[in-house]
């Protein structure tokens, strides 16, 4: 089992429509987890971090359920610009940063 | 701020051609990270570097040398380069590699190894 699964997407919404992307993880030692954003044949770019208490940043929402091991992103009133792949990320004191294979959105006018 | 730079942005290799691969960040970050990414599959590391001296595997780092030349700079190096290596190459750099600090990537190099 890989460390850190996603949805397998792609996810094909239009313009306007609410999406939810989920993310799993085994270790129980994880401490940090974010989500990051990649656009085609681009870099990975910090979305947002998620913290327990779960948090909002305009149109995004992150949300952390570590006694289920699971991390959701929702995207309101989705954008042509969010169409990218969404990469889900977590990370261990003193260890390294391990990537899910992400999920891919893509928002149709 | 250039933030994280690498060079070159793309690379054709015959198999059994070496080459180094270049990362340079500006952000005085300590932590640095070699990723390679492959269809349909997540960043795999390859080599991270925790500080400045120190080098380390990480998930899949046969075919792979680094080098942390200073602070500033860490290279991979291919010795003898096969078609598997074939991939989009990323580094990146943190503040550290403790929790709760966030990775900033450089743009990329597409490497095709024929």
């Known amino acids: 089992r890989k460390e850190v699964e996603q949805d397998p997407g792609p996810f094909n919404v239009p313009e306007g429509a609410t999406v939810a992307f989920n993310c799993t993880y085994s270790?129980?030692?994880?401490?940090?987890f974010f989500w990051y954003r990649q656009d085609c044949r681009k870099e990975p770019k910090l979305l947002m971090s998620?913290?327990?208490s779960g948090n909002e940043d305009g149109r995004f929402t992150a949300q952390l359920n570590r006694a289920s091991q699971y991390i959701s992103l929702l995207i309101r009133d989705s954008k042509l610009s969010d169409s990218a792949t969404y990469l889900c990320?977590?990370?261990?004191?003193?260890?390294?940063?391990?990537f899910g294979p992400g999920t891919r959105l893509s928002v149709l006018p | 701020n250039a933030g994280v730079t690498q060079t070159p942005k793309f690379q054709v290799l015959k198999t059994g051609q070496s080459m180094t691969l270049q990362c340079a960040q500006d952000?005085?970050?300590?932590?640095m990270y070699w990723y390679r990414q492959d269809p349909g599959m997540g960043l795999r590391l390859i080599y991270y570097?925790?500080?400045?001296?120190?080098?380390d595997k990480g998930e899949v780092p046969n075919g792979y040398n680094v080098s942390r030349l200073n602070k500033r700079e860490f290279s991979l190096r291919l010795e003898s380069a096969a078609p598997s290596q074939t991939s989009v190459y990323f580094c990146?750099?943190?503040?550290?590699?403790?929790?709760?600090?966030?990775?900033?990537f450089g743009p990329g190099t597409r490497l095709t190894v024929l």
């Open positions: 990146a750099s943190s503040t550290t590699g403790a929790a709760g600090n966030t990775q900033y």
């Open positions: 270790n129980s030692a994880s401490q940090s």
């Open positions: 998620v913290y327990s």
């Open positions: 990320v977590v990370n261990r004191e003193g260890q390294n940063f391990v």
């Open positions: 952000m005085n970050h300590n932590s």
């Open positions: 570097s925790a500080s400045e001296g120190t080098t």
